[in-house]
């Protein structure tokens, strides 16, 4: 492990050269391995606390030598920081052990971190030299998730994680503690986050339209059923802003990796595109646009919905999908690329879906490159037939989704057990320390 300061030319990202220092520009430094709802809800509460972000990302080596193996490569990992709408920019080869040097040349006075505590190979606290200067805020640790808990979840191939029905749920009338007090208060605090995750960039104000889709089983798992169902809309954000398309993608997102990652910004590029085409980019548009509308937007509204847990596991068995419905939501909900999220979205979109859609028939259906799924039908005909299916071609992650990542776990799964390990006694060490910092 090298503190060796880089050089102007050197930096693993612009700026090259020394900025300004503002308490505004907050620091943020992890892994990242799989891109889930605990990573964003620290980017989150970071980016609450001023104006811009810069996320750290740690090499595999280091990671290696410090943590155990990844199961996403750094060039993964970032895409998905660089996904998250609340980070600022990706710093990727961020040290293990957070620098002074590197956060001051980025310009960020304060390090954010979660309430707990990160070691390196020697058992020491990550932060130790940040924390001496007193350049070091502490947020809400997000419970219930983490990469060590999706992987053990791979690897024992429990079910446990599944919700039967999230709108119930959340009203505190499905789970192990229904009809209880507890219950009511664990589905209220999931509803917060939603509603958190809805925020926009700044992750003050309103962002992202919340729905959910209420219909019968069969009409949520195949396409024999032409059934309206009903929406329901759950979080108020921003909708449609004048002049914008509402394009329409679905999936399970499971283990919201770079593939759902990269479709989703294809599915972006390619509407920008048809609006370069329109001329909604050009100066005269665009100030024409704040001037009338407080502020500039992109020229698509794309709507994701989010099929129900017992769907997905209807379509691929074992114990998919890995992240329950809740988890792969708020997944979706905080990547930039998408306005609107419909939990309990059906497997086919069907005419009767697509016509009582909250915005109208979309313009566009959008769908991917892909494998992971024994299909017995098209679960595209309605659109097709509407003349607004597009397919998103061929791109660099397309095989990455969930089968692939329980894949190279189980490839390497007794590196992976080995890091469980190691995670469980570096637990014991690190809790010693924060038994000493109170």
């Known amino acids: 492990m090298t503190n060796e300061i880089p050089k102007p030319g050197d930096w693993p990202v612009d700026p090259q050269n ?6 505004d520009r907050l620091w943020l430094d992890g892994c990242f ?15 609450r606390l001023g104006k811009e972000l810069l996320v750290g990302i740690h090499s595999d080596e280091a990671i290696l030598e410090n943590k155990g193996p990844t199961v996403m490569t750094l060039k993964e990992r970032v895409a998905a920081v660089e996904a998250c709408r609340w980070s600022t920019l990706a710093v990727p080869h961020a040290p293990y052990v957070t620098q002074l040097s590197w956060i001051s040349h980025y310009g960020c006075w304060y390090v954010v971190h979660g309430d707990d505590i990160t070691s390196d190979s020697n058992g020491e606290d990550c932060y130790r030299f940040v924390k001496a200067a007193g350049r070091f805020l502490i947020v809400k640790r997000t419970p219930g998730i983490s990469t060590t808990d999706l992987v053990g979840r791979m690897l024992l191939c429990t079910k446990g994680h599944f919700i039967n029905s999230l709108t119930r749920m959340l009203a505190g009338e499905d789970g192990t503690d229904s009809d209880s007090h507890e219950g009511k208060k664990v589905g209220a605090e999931m509803l917060q986050r939603i509603k958190e995750y809805a925020s926009d960039e700044t992750g003050l104000h309103p962002g ?9 089983i069969t009409a949520k798992e195949n396409d024999k059923v032409e059934e309206e169902g009903s929406f329901s809309k759950m979080v108020e ?16 997102f499971d283990l919201f990796s770079s593939g759902h990652i990269e479709f989703l910004r294809q599915v972006n590029l390619t509407e920008e595109g048809y609006g370069r085409e329109d001329g909604w980019f050009s100066a005269e548009i665009k100030e024409k646009r704040i001037a009338q509308h407080g502020e500039n937007y992109g020229p698509a509204f794309i709507v994701a919905g989010v099929h129900d847990d017992e769907v997905i596991n209807h379509w691929k068995g074992l114990n998919y999908p890995i992240m329950n419905i809740f988890e792969r939501g708020l997944c979706v909900l905080q990547c930039r ?17 697509l016509s009582t859609l909250p915005y109208g028939i979309p313009s566009a259906v959008y769908h991917g490159p892909t494998k992971f799924m024994p299909l017995t039908y098209n679960p595209y005909v309605a659109a097709q037939e509407l003349g607004i299916f597009k397919q998103i071609q061929k791109h660099e992650w397309q095989d990455v989704n969930a089968e692939e990542i329980v894949g190279r776990i189980m490839e390497g799964r007794s590196m992976f057990e080995e890091r469980q390990r190691r995670k469980e006694a570096k637990s014991v060490v690190e809790e010693e320390i924060l038994t000493t910092e109170r």
């Open 18 to 23: 020394d900025v300004a220092i503002s308490k």
């Open 33 to 47: 391995d799989f891109s889930h709802h605990g990573h964003a809800g620290a980017m989150l509460q970071a980016k």
């Open 208 to 216: 992202s339209d919340v729905w959910s889709w209420r219909a019968s």
């Open 237 to 252: 954000g921003k909708g449609p802003r004048p002049g914008q398309r509402v394009v329409y993608v679905d999936g399970g």
């Open 337 to 353: 690329y998408v306005q609107a999220v419909i939990f309990s979205a059906p497997f086919s979109p069907t005419h009767s879906y």
